[in-house]
C-alpha cells in the first residue's frame, strides 16, 4: 500500500519542492544556464505576497472558548478551556501555527494532528495539537475524504542509533528507499544510507455490529513491524474511531483531499516578471559595453583603439570605424513589468492597504482600520478556513483528554481578574446519571482571535474614549471596554479603591455628626 500510495504521489512531491524552491526565488533551475555571464534576476514579489498574507493570518491566531451547554457544566467548561489553554502553551502552538500557515499558502494544504504525549507536564501526559509535514504524509489517493480511506502513511527518516535505542526487533538495516525517491533537501548533503525510512500507519476496521470503526496504529521499519497498537490496545487506538489528522486545502482540487496554493496561482506571472527583468539587464550590459566596428581598409590597429590610454592613434581612413549602439528597449516593458508586480498584490489580496500602505495623509485610527479591514478579505477567508480546522482539531483534542488524562492535573484560570486553580481528570468530563451509568459532557467550541489587530484595537479605543467624552459612559466602564496592556491590574485596584472607601464612609448623618461630636470632646 505504501508502494502504490508514493507511486501516485510522485507528481505531486515534484510539485510541492518546485513551489518550495518558488518561495525562495530558486525558479531558475527550471531553464538551461547556456550563458554562465547571463543574469538572472529575482524580485521576491510572491514571496513578499505570502508572507504578508502569513502575517495577517498570525494576527488573526485562534483561541477555543469552551462553553457549556447546561449550567451544571459551568464549571467542567472552565476547567476544559484552561487545560486545552496550557495544553497548547506547552506544546509551542503559535510555532505550529506559523508552520501551517506557510503550508498552506505555499504547498496548498496543512495537516493537523491530534495525539496524546505522557511524558508532557512532568509524567501527567496531555493532548497536542501538531503540524504535520505536507512531505511527510501519504492519504489515499482514491478519496477525497480522508476518513474513508484505506489508510493514512505518516513517513520520516530516522538515523539507525535512534531506532536501535527505541526498537529491539530493529536489526540495523537501512532500506535506502528514501534516497532514491522521497523528497528531500537538494541544499544538504547528508549520507542518508546511515538512515532508515519508518512508517507509521494508520487503518480503520470497520465494525458491522456496532456500525463503529476502529482506529489502528503500526510502525514499520527495515521491512518489519517493529510496533502495533493492536496488542496493548484491541478496541482501538483512539476511542473516537478517527484518523488523528485534520486536512485544510486552500483550493481544493476535485475528488482529493489536496489543494493548491498561491505559489501555483502566481508562479507565471512571478517568472514572466523575471524574464522580463532579465531582458531590461541584458540591454543594460549590453549598452554599458558599446562595440566599435573596425574595418581592414580603415588601417588602425583594434588592439591600439582598445587602449583609453593613449591619446594619439594613426591610421589611413575614419571611414572603416563605426560605433554600434544597443538601442533602448521601448518604456512600455519597465510599465508592464510594475503591472505584473501589481497584479500579483492585487490578486492574492496583500495589497498596500492590508501592508499599512496607507496614502492621502489619513491618520485617524478608526479610517486605517476600516481600509484594512476592506482590503484584507483574502485574508479573512483563509482564517476562516484555518479557524473552522482548529475548531475540528480541539473537538478531538477534548475527546483523547477524556480517554487518556487519568491523573489529576491542576490548572489555573482567570475570574474577575482573580487567578485561581482547579482540579481537571477524568470524571472532570464525564457526568454521572441516576443508575450510576456514565455520560460524556458535551461542549460548545467558540473560536475567537487571540490577538486583535494593532489598528482595530486604536480604533475602539477611540471610540469608547468619544463615548466617555460624551458621557454615555463612566471611567470604570470605558475601562472595561479598553483594550491595553495591564488593564486587569487597573480594574482590580479600582474595585479595592471602592471597596475600601464603601467600608470607611459613615453609615449616616447622624452617625457622622456624633463622630465629630466625640472628636471636639476629646480635644477638649
Not at 233 to 245: A, L, V
Not at 410 to 435: A, M
Amino acid at each position: 500500500l505504501f508502494e502504490e500510495f508514493s507511486s501516485a504521489y510522485a507528481q505531486e512531491w515534484a510539485r510541492l519542492e518546485e513551489a518550495e524552491r518558488m518561495y525562495f526565488g530558486d525558479h531558475w533551475h527550471l531553464v538551461p544556464e547556456l550563458d554562465p555571464n547571463e543574469p538572472r534576476p529575482v524580485t521576491p514579489v510572491l514571496q513578499s505576497t505570502v508572507e504578508n498574507i502569513a502575517a495577517d493570518l498570525i494576527d488573526l491566531m485562534p483561541e477555543a472558548s469552551i462553553l457549556a451547554r447546561t449550567p451544571e457544566d459551568e464549571n467542567a467548561a472552565r476547567l476544559t478551556e484552561a487545560l486545552i489553554r496550557e495544553n497548547h502553551a506547552s506544546n509551542c502552538y503559535e510555532r505550529e501555527y506559523r508552520q501551517l500557515c506557510h503550508d498552506l499558502l505555499v504547498g496548498g494544504y496543512m495537516v493537523q494532528e491530534v495525539g496524546y504525549d505522557p511524558s508532557l507536564f512532568s509524567g501527567f501526559g496531555g493532548a497536542f495539537i501538531r503540524h504535520a509535514d505536507n512531505m511527510g504524509i501519504l492519504f489515499d489517493p482514491l478519496c477525497s475524504d480522508i476518513q474513508e480511506g484505506r489508510a493514512v502513511i505518516k513517513f520520516g527518516l530516522r538515523t539507525i542509533e535512534w531506532l536501535k535505542a527505541r526498537f529491539p526487533m530493529f536489526e540495523g538495516e537501512s532500506d535506502g528507499y528514501s534516497a532514491k525517491r522521497l523528497p528531500h533537501d537538494v541544499l544538504l548533503g547528508a549520507n542518508r544510507h546511515k538512515c532508515a525510512l519508518l512508517l507509521e500507519f494508520w487503518w480503520r476496521e470497520y465494525d458491522e455490529d456496532t456500525g463503529t470503526s476502529r482506529l489502528h496504529m503500526a510502525q514499520l521499519t527495515g521491512g518489519k513491524v517493529v510496533a502495533d497498537s493492536r496488542r496493548a490496545k484491541p478496541e482501538g487506538y483512539f476511542s473516537h474511531g478517527k484518523y488523528p489528522f485534520i486536512v485544510t486545502a486552500l483550493y481544493p482540487r476535485k475528488d482529493s483531499c489536496l489543494g493548491y496554493g498561491l505559489v501555483d496561482m502566481f508562479k507565471r506571472q512571478q517568472q514572466y516578471a523575471d524574464k522580463l527583468d532579465q531582458i531590461v539587464l541584458k540591454n543594460a550590459l549590453m549598452a554599458s559595453h558599446n562595440k566599435l566596428l573596425v574595418t581592414h581598409a580603415s588601417g588602425f590597429d583594434t588592439d591600439d583603439l582598445r587602449d583609453w590610454s593613449k591619446e594619439v592613434h594613426t591610421g589611413e581612413s575614419l571611414n572603416g570605424i563605426t560605433w554600434f549602439t544597443t538601442p533602448p528597449l521601448p518604456a512600455y516593458i519597465m510599465q508592464y513589468i510594475q503591472l505584473m508586480r501589481e497584479t500579483i498584490k492585487d490578486e492574492s489580496g496583500a495589497n498596500d492597504f492590508s501592508r499599512g500602505g496607507i496614502a492621502g495623509g489619513i491618520t485617524a485610527a478608526s479610517a486605517i482600520a476600516a481600509l484594512q479591514e476592506m482590503s484584507s478579505k483574502r485574508s479573512r477567508m483563509i482564517s476562516a478556513q484555518m479557524h473552522e480546522a482548529y475548531r475540528e482539531a480541539v473537538r478531538l483534542e477534548i475527546e483523547v483528554e477524556r480517554e487518556f488524562n487519568i491523573l489529576p492535573r491542576t490548572v489555573y484560570f482567570t475570574v474577575d481578574g482573580e487567578r485561581t486553580s482547579g482540579l481537571f481528570d477524568s470524571s472532570t468530563l464525564k457526568r454521572r446519571l441516576p443508575g450510576g451509568k456514565m455520560q460524556p459532557v458535551d461542549f460548545s467550541v467558540l473560536i475567537k482571535v487571540q490577538k486583535q489587530n494593532r489598528w482595530s484595537v486604536l480604533g475602539q479605543n477611540e471610540l469608547v474614549l468619544q463615548m466617555l467624552s460624551l458621557g454615555v459612559l463612566n471611567s470604570e466602564q470605558a475601562v472595561e471596554l479598553m483594550h491595553f496592556e495591564g488593564k486587569e491590574l487597573i480594574l482590580k485596584r479600582a474595585k479595592q479603591n471602592a471597596a475600601n472607601s464603601k467600608h470607611l464612609e459613615p453609615a449616616s448623618f447622624g452617625e457622622n455628626r456624633n463622630f465629630q461630636q466625640q472628636n471636639l470632646k476629646s480635644l477638649k
